[in-house]
């Protein structure tokens, strides 16, 4: 049985390349004891249960580092009538935002990236978080926490941030990190790991669990 959607919790989080938003959702899921999902485990579920191979997604998102070469990629179909028609990365998201449509549906979770705000618009229990931060606080984060080099970082991260903004533009008009597209917006250089996480805990409890206006379609 469904949960109960009162009581339903369906965390989103997007965030900055070094503002730690992949480590406070993690934790985030943790605390709440709910499942966690992000790229890896969206991409073997996809796989799992479409069958496509995740090297196609690998492939994908490199390419949406050019902003044109994933739109010509995009609109490159088969040229055939129905879903065969798609292009490869319009089919991919279209399995990513089946899959994460479910994920929600099944119960309480934590979704970082993959579009998942914009895929979840319009559902009442969801709440999506933006993580971001000052530069040096988000280059301090990449080296001594995830290991990048420190004369590459600034390279890897603008390179991150703009296939994500890419990729989020392209597959829903929207402009990646605009305030208006989420309910909370956090800078993470200000507070610790778990105070960022309790914080999020405390805005779901405080949060008014209603449609956005923001978007009027109908699911």
């Keep these: 049985m469904a949960e109960n959607e009162t009581k339903k919790r369906v965390i989103t989080i997007s965030r900055e390349y070094g503002s730690g938003g992949r480590l406070i959702g993690k934790r985030l899921a943790e605390k709440l004891?709910?499942?966690?999902?992000?790229?890896?485990?969206?991409?073997?579920?996809?796989?799992?249960?479409?069958?496509?191979?995740?090297?196609?997604?690998?492939?994908?998102?490199?390419?949406?580092?050019?902003?044109?070469?994933?739109?010509?990629?995009?609109?490159?179909?088969?040229?055939?009538?129905?879903?065969?028609?798609?292009?490869?990365?319009?089919?991919?998201?279209?399995?990513?935002?089946?899959?994460?449509?479910?994920?929600?549906?099944?119960?309480?979770?934590?979704?970082?990236?993959?579009?998942?705000?914009?895929?979840?618009?319009?559902?009442?229990?969801?709440?999506?978080?933006?993580?971001?931060?000052?530069?040096?606080?988000?280059?301090?984060?990449?080296?001594?926490?995830?290991?990048?080099?420190?004369?590459?970082?600034?390279?890897?991260?603008?390179?991150?941030d703009k296939a994500r903004a890419n990729y989020y533009a392209y597959h829903t008009g929207r402009k990646w990190g605009e305030h208006v597209n989420f309910n909370l917006s956090l800078d993470s250089g200000y507070l610790e790991l778990e105070d960022a996480v309790d914080l999020i805990i405390a805005y779901t409890e405080k949060q008014i669990w209603r449609k956005s206006t923001i978007d009027e379609e109908q699911y």
């Design 33 to 160: 004891g709910i499942p966690y999902y992000d790229r890896d485990t969206i991409n073997e579920r996809i796989s799992r249960e479409s069958g496509y191979d995740k090297d196609m997604f690998a492939g994908q998102e490199k390419k949406a580092k050019n902003s044109f070469l994933y739109s010509l990629a995009s609109a490159m179909g088969t040229g055939e009538a129905g879903p065969e028609s798609l292009s490869l990365n319009e089919r991919l998201f279209l399995a990513q935002f089946d899959t994460i449509r479910k994920i929600a549906e099944e119960g309480s979770c934590v979704i970082v990236g993959r579009c998942a705000d914009y895929i979840l618009r319009g559902l009442p229990y969801a709440t999506n978080i933006f993580i971001y931060a000052e530069e040096a606080d988000k280059i301090k984060r990449a080296v001594e926490e995830y290991g990048d080099p420190e004369d590459q970082v600034r390279k890897i991260m603008k390179s991150a």
